[in-house]
């Protein structure tokens, strides 16, 4: 009988302690580490963290390479950079760093030392763990060959490093928990299908409309969760008006599916969409804004969607898009794209600099 859990669900348990301002340890041969969110981090833990520091000098901040270029850091990692943290830096240190709230307010930040040579797989990984708990991107890690002893002494989540690591870069598996038929204004023939992910991530649903043929291409939608478009009906994005339209369409023509991803914010959850916001209100547009929290332009997960369509029988879509990156990953997960169906919706004075930036940096076909 196995009851322990697997490595999905220690990541998961590891998400969910990061969120929370615990530490997590990663174990490796030889090797490990500990590491904390820097935006969950309290005063406390840190001293803490510094009195297992021995030697001194093994604790840094892991931050993007993205964040690095903001802070004029050297990303000697490439896609990372590992900052020294100074004996006399305390939580304000860190969090400053790791957040671009107070950047034009203090516009010099740093010097920074930057580590250079050495393996940083431990502090990627940090970064991708706090990354995947949509926390702002930046881990303080202490390497110490010790991890595994003191997660144990201290009840902290331990995880494999390669095993994490691998873990991460795959999407999880969905199952669909339950559908039900649902009257919606645009046809009464809906029905909601809610799939719940094996790592304990959020739930992405599918509204079927109609009785949509599994052997012809049909209507279909990636919608990205934007509660503040969708909901709020906020002038700052054209999110809500593309998912009436969709659904509008689907209506008219007696079937579609509208595939509805929990992925808020191109995939950075809806507390670093308001850091975009407040950053785009200082003068940054969306990407600029992405980099300096520290995150790509784009950080969702298409693969979901294709995965979605295959396990309800579809394998041919008439794609509703303006985006060529939905089309590109649906036709590399095995769903054949057979028209783009254009969705110019929604340009309001609010959003005709975001929209301008999504043709220009993202190559959307508005």
């Known amino acids: 009988m196995r009851l322990a859990p697997d490595i999905t669900e220690r990541i998961a348990r590891a998400r969910a302690d990061l969120r929370m301002g615990l530490p997590v ?32 000098g093994a604790l840094c901040l892991a931050i993007t390479a993205r964040r690095a270029e903001t802070l004029k850091a050297r990303a000697y990692d490439g896609d990372i950079a590992r900052l020294e943290v100074p004996e006399d830096a305390g939580l304000a240190w860190v969090q400053a760093t790791a957040s671009p709230e107070g950047d034009l307010a203090t516009p010099m930040k740093g010097p920074y030392a930057a580590r250079r040579g050495g393996d940083a797989a431990l502090h990627r990984l940090g970064i991708e763990l706090v990354k995947s708990a949509r926390l702002l991107p930046a881990a303080l890690v202490l390497e110490t060959p010790d991890a595994a002893t003191l997660a144990a002494e201290h009840g902290l989540t331990a995880l494999p490093s390669v095993e994490a690591a691998e ?12 559908s039900a038929r649902v009257p919606l204004r645009v046809s009464e023939a809906g029905r909601l299908h809610v799939f719940r992910p094996d790592d304990g991530g959020e739930e992405h649903y599918a509204v079927e409309i109609g009785r949509p043929n599994r052997a012809a291409p049909v209507l279909c939608r990636l919608h990205s969760a934007c509660f503040t478009g969708d909901l709020l009906g906020s002038l700052k994005c054209d999110c809500g008006p593309q998912l009436n339209a969709a659904l509008a369409q689907m209506g008219q023509e007696g079937a579609g599916i509208l595939l509805y991803l ?31 929290l520290g995150f790509e332009d784009d ?17 041919a879509v008439r794609l509703m898009t303006n985006n060529p990156g939905k089309i590109e990953m649906m036709e590399r997960c095995g769903i054949t ?9 929604g340009q309001t004075d609010e959003n005709r600099a975001y929209l301008a930036t999504k043709a220009a940096k993202s190559g959307h076909m508005l």
């Open 262 to 292: 929990n992925q808020e914010g191109r995939g950075i959850g809806l507390a670093n969409k308001m850091r975009a916001y407040s950053l785009q209100d200082q003068g940054f547009d969306t990407v600029e804004a992405n980099h300096r």
């Open 299 to 315: 950080e969702r997960d298409f693969r979901i969607g294709a995965r979605l369509l295959s396990q309800m029988g579809f394998g």
């Open 167 to 178: 873990a991460l870069t795959e999407s999880s598996p969905l199952r669909e928990v339950i």
């Open 337 to 345: 794209v057979t028209e783009r169906v254009p969705l110019h919706v």
């Open 25 to 56: 340890a990663l174990c490796g041969a030889g090797t490990g580490a500990l590491i904390m969110a820097a935006e969950t981090l309290s005063a406390a833990r840190l001293d803490a963290l510094r009195g297992l520091d021995a030697a001194g």
